[in-house]
């Protein structure tokens, strides 16, 4: 049987186990018929999926009627002469995917309780928040506030709305504060939207590239139909558009006299401002896994767009593995002439945003670490200009932390990965 996805899970069962005659015992297993000659299967406590042709899901559906192997051998062969290997389709289940959990009513692999982030939020709340109406005037407010915009420029932020206060470091502070704040309640916003659809999700710490971000893992989303998942993609978008759009008309009303407001509430306002329009733009840069990325891929139907472009690129630029020939081997024609043309777009936009990252980034955040040293060592330890340059050291490198954690874990799991292939060629 072909292979279209492989996840190892370690062979540390005792193989004797199991016979042609054995009667197998699943985890809770979700099925969703992809088309007519493929299905997805998946145990959604582990967010663990693969994608298995028709015959695959037959015998999955046969094995949960408490039919062996050798019964379901019997009955294919009844239907088809052809031979089909269902003991080796079920060691794969078990091995490999860690689907089965009892084996003549012994556990050969435990339960995994798997909680999510806010499973508290209640599904109704998900459903009216994030409704296709809302989603309507989200976006007919989004386009009024970029026509006001677009007559009244001064309404757009600019970099120095990002600097409020006097003390740099707590400017930084503050701004690194209202940067996370946004981009919790962005992944909340995930979250609720996915809520809404009986997805477990949990929010955590990654990377785009060079750019250290929160993120929502709601894998088990593929289960629920296409139309349905685009909710929960732009559940983010739709609150950073209704934010932004919100401020620009906090700050209309405050000019236009309908209420008054301290400079210093409109600096903050102007400093949201500022990190909203840099969330929204960051989305459209779906060279990378944004928001708009998944939107796009579910759209036009080629979920792993990103990963079979890595495949595409590696072919070209150095000898091809056999899993990578094989990857490439099992990828539509139609979602190969796709990658075609964005492997150009991925190519230029990584490298853009790395020069941009090498040109501007980095500069910047050495000044202001340099910046700090100096007044360490000037000051007496314990006062304000020294406990101030301290604050701004930490708070520059902050950022760094969070994005040499995510690239740490990266290599950690393509380090399993490279040893789970190896272990397969060999």
Same mark, same amino acid.
């Given at each position: 049987?072909?292979?279209?996805?492989?996840?190892?899970?370690?062979?540390?069962?005792?193989? $004797?186990?199991?016979?042609?005659?054995?009667?197998?015992?699943?985890?809770?297993?979700?099925?969703? =018929?992809?088309?007519?000659?493929?299905?997805?299967?998946?145990?959604?406590?582990?967010?663990?999926?693969?994608?298995?042709?028709?015959?695959?899901?037959?015998?999955?559906?046969?094995?949960?009627?408490?039919?062996?192997?050798?019964?379901?051998?019997?009955?294919?062969?009844?239907?088809?002469?052809?031979?089909?290997?269902? &003991?080796?389709?079920?060691?794969?289940?078990?091995?490999? *995917?860690?689907?089965?959990?009892?084996?003549?009513?012994?556990?050969?692999?435990?339960?995994?309780?798997?909680?999510?982030?806010?499973?508290?939020?209640?599904?109704?709340?998900?459903?009216?928040?994030? +409704?296709?109406?809302?989603?309507?005037?989200?976006?007919?407010?989004?386009?009024?506030?970029?026509?006001?915009?677009?007559?009244?420029?001064?309404?757009?932020?600019?970099?120095?709305?990002?600097?409020?206060?006097?003390?740099?470091?707590?400017?930084?502070?503050?701004?690194?504060?209202?940067?996370?704040?946004?981009?919790?309640?962005?992944?909340?916003? +995930?979250?609720?939207?996915? =809520?809404?659809?009986?997805?477990?999700?949990?929010?955590?710490?990654?990377?785009?590239?060079?750019?250290?971000?929160?993120?929502?893992?709601?894998?088990?989303?593929?289960?629920?139909?296409?139309?349905? =998942?685009? =909710?929960?993609?732009?559940?983010?978008?739709?609150?950073?558009?209704?934010?932004?759009?919100?401020?620009?008309?906090?700050?209309?009303?405050?000019?236009?006299?309908?209420?008054?407001?301290?400079?210093?509430?409109?600096?903050?306002?102007?400093?949201?401002?500022?990190?909203?329009?840099?969330?929204?733009?960051?989305?459209?840069?779906?060279?990378?896994?944004?928001?708009?990325?998944?939107?796009?891929?579910?759209?036009?139907?080629?979920?792993?767009?990103?990963?079979?472009?890595?495949?595409?690129?590696?072919?070209?630029?150095?000898?091809?593995?056999? &899993?990578?020939?094989?990857?490439?081997? $099992?990828?539509?024609?139609?979602?190969?002439?796709?990658?075609?043309? *964005?492997?150009?777009?991925?190519?230029?936009?990584?490298?853009?945003?790395?020069?941009?990252?090498?040109? *501007?980034?980095?500069?910047?955040?050495?000044?202001?670490?340099?910046?700090?040293?100096?007044?360490?060592?000037?000051?007496?330890?314990?006062?304000?200009?020294?406990?101030?340059?301290?604050?701004?050291?930490?708070?520059?490198?902050?950022?760094?932390?969070?994005?040499?954690?995510?690239?740490?874990?990266?290599?950690?799991? &393509?380090?399993?990965?490279?040893?789970?292939?190896?272990?397969?060629? $060999?």
């Amino acid at each position: 049987m072909n292979r279209f996805s492989k996840i190892w899970g370690g062979n540390s069962l005792d193989s $004797n186990k199991l016979t042609r005659d054995s009667m197998v015992t699943f985890h809770d297993l979700a099925i969703r =018929r992809e088309n007519d000659a493929e299905a997805l299967v998946g145990r959604t406590d582990i967010n663990r999926y693969v994608i298995i042709p028709d015959i695959g899901a037959r015998i999955i559906e046969r094995l949960r009627q408490k039919k062996t192997a050798a019964d379901i051998e019997r009955e294919l062969l009844a239907e088809d002469p052809e031979p089909v290997d269902v &003991m080796g389709f079920i060691e794969e289940l078990l091995y490999d *995917y860690e689907f089965i959990h009892r084996i003549d009513g012994v556990i050969v692999s435990p339960p995994a309780e798997r909680k999510g982030h806010f499973d508290w939020i209640p599904s109704r709340l998900g459903s009216i928040w994030f +409704h296709p109406k809302v989603y309507v005037c989200a976006a007919s407010l989004l386009l009024l506030t970029i026509g006001w915009i677009a007559f009244h420029p001064s309404y757009l932020p600019t970099v120095p709305d990002f600097f409020v206060l006097h003390s740099l470091s707590l400017n930084i502070t503050l701004a690194l504060a209202i940067a996370w704040i946004l981009l919790f309640v962005h992944e909340l916003a +995930h979250v609720t939207a996915a =809520r809404s659809l009986g997805v477990i999700c949990r929010i955590g710490l990654g990377h785009r590239f060079v750019f250290p971000v929160a993120e929502t893992d709601m894998t088990g989303i593929i289960l629920t139909p296409r139309e349905h =998942r685009y =909710r929960a993609y732009l559940a983010g978008m739709l609150v950073d558009a209704v934010l932004f759009s919100a401020g620009v008309w906090i700050q209309v009303f405050h000019h236009g006299g309908w209420f008054a407001l301290d400079p210093q509430s409109m600096g903050i306002i102007r400093m949201v401002h500022f990190h909203l329009l840099q969330l929204l733009l960051f989305q459209f840069l779906f060279f990378m896994k944004t928001d708009l990325y998944y939107v796009i891929t579910t759209c036009w139907r080629v979920e792993h767009l990103l990963e079979h472009t890595h495949v595409f690129l590696r072919r070209l630029i150095r000898k091809p593995r056999t &899993m990578d020939q094989e990857d490439w081997g $099992n990828v539509p024609e139609r979602e190969k002439r796709l990658i075609y043309g *964005y492997a150009g777009f991925f190519l230029i936009g990584m490298a853009l945003s790395f020069l941009w990252f090498i040109r *501007y980034y980095v500069p910047l955040a050495y000044s202001f670490c340099m910046a700090a040293a100096d007044r360490l060592r000037e000051f007496p330890v314990g006062s304000w200009p020294w406990a101030d340059a301290l604050l701004l050291l930490v708070m520059c490198l902050v950022p760094f932390g969070v994005l040499g954690y995510s690239w740490l874990a990266k290599l950690r799991r &393509m380090r399993v990965g490279k040893e789970v292939r190896t272990h397969e060629e $060999n």
